[in-house]
């Protein structure tokens, strides 16, 4: 089975929006340890999560051990990965019509 440029597009964006996540979530690591600079959201890395970065935010809490204490973390991003790949299967199905 052949890919078409449209699931091709698809795919990109999702590993584009999980590394995205995954930077995000080192450099808001890294400026957790600094207390005089401005930390990015937890509604951004929400955001993130939501926008098919669930993955790279998960990936990012654990290998940079940040957030981990956080419930809503723990229980809102794997929903996250759920909704993600809900959305991936269906525009899968979509596109090979």
Known sequence: MELG???IT???FFLAMNL????VMLLDKKRSIKSDVER???????????AFGS???????????HKTQKW???LGIPLLIIQNSAC???AYQYLTK
């Open 88 to 90: 991936l299967y269906l």
């Open 5 to 7: 440029n449209q699931a």
């Open 72 to 74: 809503y973390f723990l």
């Open 10 to 12: 698809i795919i990109t």
């Open 20 to 23: 995205l996540a995954f930077c």
């Open 55 to 65: 993955l790279g935010v998960l990936a990012g809490m654990f290998a940079f051990r």
């Open 40 to 50: 990015i959201s937890e509604g951004m890395l929400f955001f993130l999560g939501t």
